[in-house]
């Protein structure tokens, strides 16, 4: 990481990193999930489910997000804990880091996004905050849905969220941008990271493509000087040791989705 990208994570609250994994790498982390995906739920962890009765068919239902694939496959364990990550996370946080959270998004064509909302208001890291590694697996624009910042918000508290659209977002929280403060997009190339506070202000809007999936992979981190966080983050050294925290209020997995059956 150059000075210049750490300057901008400290002045913006993010910064990316392009090509830190390659071309290869990204097409075994695709087969992987494919193959997965192919393999049928894993409760607790990819779920997908039958669409409402009557309703219109919701790509979400045949590929929602995977939580904590690192506890179910060794080639996601493997990422969450790569080196080339722990080299970057420990210099933004200035010290040891820990693993709290793997996920995988396939956002297929057609799919909903997550409206803008703060990472650490779900995982409730205290004292401080996470930090995400978020590894492009497509090439990401607007068209198909790729991440929107809002730059500087790292610098303010977590904001208590409205209710999103349900018909633009599978999560419930909403966090408007600040007065004087807009969302620019962040375009990806497969195998480029963004990394970012979390306290930023973040999400995506729906895929507008007809043929486009928007995968992506996503950690979080934490400080090892981190007391508290969620129940549901069980943190990891980057070795792949368990480190229990004790366990913070007011926590719970990354986004509220709505209720699978209710109107959209």
């Known amino acids: 990481m150059t000075e210049a990208e750490f300057g901008r994570y400290r002045k913006e609250g993010f910064t990316v990193l392009r090509g830190l994994f390659g071309h290869a790498e990204i097409d075994r982390l695709r087969e992987r999930f494919t193959a997965l995906h192919a393999a049928g739920p894993v409760p607790g962890h990819f779920e997908p489910r039958p669409a409402a009765p009557g309703g219109a068919a919701d790509p979400l239902h045949a590929y929602p997000r995977v939580m904590q694939p690192h506890e179910i496959d060794a080639t996601s364990l493997g990422v969450l804990l790569d080196t080339r990550l722990r080299t970057v996370l420990e210099t933004l946080l200035g010290e040891e880091v820990l693993a709290a959270q793997s996920m995988f998004y396939f956002k297929p064509p057609g799919a909903r996004g997550q409206a803008l909302h703060q ?20 090439a990401i624009d607007r068209d198909n849905g790729g ?3 809002v730059p500087g918000t790292h610098r ?10 349900r018909r633009v ?10 007065p004087g403060l807009a969302a620019v997009p962040v375009d990806m190339a497969p195998g480029d990271v963004l990394f ?7 999400g995506s809007g729906p895929n507008h493509t007809a043929d486009r999936f928007r995968r992506s992979f996503i950690g979080h981190y934490v400080g090892r000087s981190a007391e508290r966080v969620g129940s549901y983050y069980r943190t990891l050294s980057m070795s792949g040791a368990r480190v229990p925290l004790p366990e913070s209020e007011g926590a719970g997995p990354c986004g509220t989705e709505f209720a699978p059956h209710g109107p959209h």
Do not use: K, Q
């Open 119 to 138: 990472d650490n208001f779900y995982l409730r890291v205290e004292p401080g905050t996470c930090v995400a590694a978020w590894i492009a697996c497509d």
């Open 147 to 149: 991440l929107e910042v």
């Open 156 to 165: 303010m508290d977590l904001f208590c969220p409205e209710e999103a659209d």
């Open 169 to 178: 977002s599978f999560a419930r929280e909403f966090v408007p941008p600040p």
């Open 196 to 202: 970012f506070n979390g306290s930023l202000v973040h």
